[in-house]
């Protein structure tokens, strides 16, 4: 039934400038629809949708994952860079770096939107 649609993610925010502000200016991430509450954002061939809700930040585990090959250092460098904080769940990993998770070839970031919606990036 759905094995032929395309996916998006979606996530909550308590307000909306802010978080357009975060997922245009600290993630880079252009407008592709602009619907006052409800905006959509190119991230590579999907989108990411972020919506008005008051049930934002109450989510407690990923929320949208991106697959970054071998750029997850430079994309944690460049996030620590703009002051954003580097989550660590140090636990199945053999050593995190600057908040960079390695396990054997593996890399991945956790961090959090203004929200607390998390938000990861990871070597695969």
Known sequence: MLKDR????????SDVATAKRFYTETLGLPIAEDHGEVFA???????????KSEFAGT??????VWGAGDEVDAIAADLRGKGVTLDEYPEGFDRVEDGVHVKGDFRAIWFKDPDGNILHVHSM
């Open 41 to 51: 954002l190119s991230t590579g061939d999907t989108s990411l949708t972020v919506y």
């Open 59 to 64: 989510n407690k585990a990923n929320a949208v």
């Open 6 to 13: 395309s996916s998006n993610a979606i996530v909550p925010c």
